[in-house]
């Protein structure tokens, strides 16, 4: 099992950037699949950033590419979604998840990751 909780969310202006931020706790002595999805009223979830914390491969959805940066920090084991360049189309609340090997980085809802944070509020305005 593994224990998500995600913290730095806010309301920003366009162009802002904001940083979230993943603790994870339990069974963390070992390799996952991490990663950001979000989901926007009336819209359905979606994978913005993800990561294997075993090699530290990442995938981007093509929106936030050059925006976002997923980043861990393996002794604290915390993961990090770095968001510049914000725009309100960014607008939508970000959950952390996990999922143990197999797993794959691509896009889509991540319907079948096991482990899922909270989320936290993302609000951009123009």
């Known amino acids: 099992q593994v224990q998500l909780v995600e913290s730095g969310g806010g309301s920003v202006q366009a162009g802002g950037s904001l940083r979230l931020s993943c603790a994870a706790s339990g069974s963390t002595d070992r390799n996952y699949c991490m990663g950001w999805f979000r989901q926007a009223p009336g819209k359905g979830r979606e994978g913005v950033a993800l990561i294997y914390t075993g090699d530290e491969d990442t995938f981007y959805t093509d929106s936030v590419k050059g925006r976002f940066t997923i980043s861990q920090d393996n002794a604290k084991k915390i993961l990090y979604l770095q968001m510049n360049s914000l725009k309100p189309e960014d607008t939508a609340t970000y959950y952390c998840?996990?999922?143990?090997?197999?797993?794959?980085?691509?896009?889509?809802?991540?319907?079948?990751?096991?482990?899922w944070g909270q989320g936290t509020q993302v609000t951009v305005s123009s």
């Open positions: 998840a996990a999922e143990p090997p197999p797993c794959v980085l691509r896009s889509g809802a991540g319907t079948n990751w096991d482990y």
